[in-house]
């Protein structure tokens, strides 16, 4: 049985973010449709592929703030001492992410 290893780079958001949230709360009230740059921000983003329009802030939060790393993913093999494991090639992670957040299940 194989274990599912996702991982992603978590950065801060920008103050971008927070005004683009309270835009679309702000249409989300009057019921009108959300701006061009409302629309094109969350839709050029990890929320593409989500219905972020009910969205609350921390889970938009969370998609917006983690960047996928899985490509950067290095899995070590039995010639390593211990066994199995994950290696990372540090220099490779963009300039903006602050920790590693690893997905297993």
Do not use: Q
């Amino acid at each position: 049985m194989g274990v599912s290893t996702y991982v992603v780079g978590v950065r801060d958001l920008d103050e971008k973010f927070n005004l683009m949230f309270e835009l679309k709360e702000k249409c989300n009230e009057a019921d009108v449709s959300y701006p061009e740059e409302v629309t094109e921000y969350f839709n050029n983003s990890p929320l593409a592929d989500y219905e972020w329009g009910d969205m609350e802030k921390d889970e938009m939060a969370t998609h917006m703030g983690e960047v996928d790393l899985s490509y950067d993913l290095r899995i070590t093999s039995g010639d390593v001492e211990y066994g199995d494991g994950l290696s990372f090639d540090l220099s490779d992670l963009p300039d903006d992410i602050k920790s590693i957040r690893v997905y297993m299940n």
